[in-house]
């Protein structure tokens, strides 16, 4: 039972192929550059550096594989998207993240992170389609809670539903600054786990 006592880093790869041993299920964090990927896994397991963070967008070059309770693996996918990096690196992340996401046995699901405070973007849409062609169950956190008003939050969740054609119980508000909606992730975490 999953219950992110213990986390702690165990590898970069650019190679999807190039897995940790032992093999065990794994969930997926991708999103655009700068969406708060790194700033979500810290929030998650409670510790302010395990995943390292950037005001730059593009920080997240690699495949970062994180053991949890030794149950599982949370991975860190490079953002998609406009990204300070230069244009030779950008154009290698998108063959690595489909290889990873289309091939590999070990995934249970993605967590697809979109910036809470505007729509979803082309990007965003296109990814959550990409998704759903291939049958990955997926999750969309609307991040950066704490910066919307909460008279925003409904109308905001419902407008991301819609535009990225999602059930609503797929959907749900985080903030990595207070905390918010992490005991509703953790639980939906859980689900991801126990499905597959």
């Not at 489909?98 to 910036?115: A, C, H, M, Q, T």
Request: aromatic share 8%; net charge neutral.
């Amino acid at each position: 039972m999953l219950e992110l006592r213990d986390a702690r880093f165990i590898q970069s790869s650019v190679d999807p192929r190039d897995r940790p041993s032992p093999g065990l299920p794994e969930i997926a964090f991708v999103g655009r550059s700068n969406v708060g990927k790194s700033s979500l896994l810290n929030a998650l397991v409670q510790r302010k550096r395990l995943a390292l963070t950037s005001r730059t967008p593009g920080k997240t070059q690699t495949i970062n594989y994180f053991l949890i309770d030794e149950e599982c693996y949370f991975v860190d996918l490079p953002g998609y998207g406009y990204a300070q990096v230069p244009e030779s690196i950008r154009r290698r992340w998108r063959p690595m993240i489909e290889k990873y996401l289309s091939d590999n046995p070990w995934l249970r699901g993605i967590v697809l992170l979109v910036d809470g405070r505007h729509p979803p973007t082309k990007l965003d849409r296109e990814m959550t389609r990409w998704l759903a062609d291939r049958g990955l169950p997926a999750l969309v956190v609307l991040t950066k809670a704490d910066r919307v008003t909460r008279s925003r939050r409904e109308p905001g969740i419902g407008e991301a539903v819609e535009m990225l054609g999602l059930d609503p119980e797929q959907a749900l508000w985080f903030s990595s600054r207070t905390g918010e909606g992490r005991d509703d992730l953790v639980e939906a975490l859980k689900d991801l786990l126990e499905e597959a």
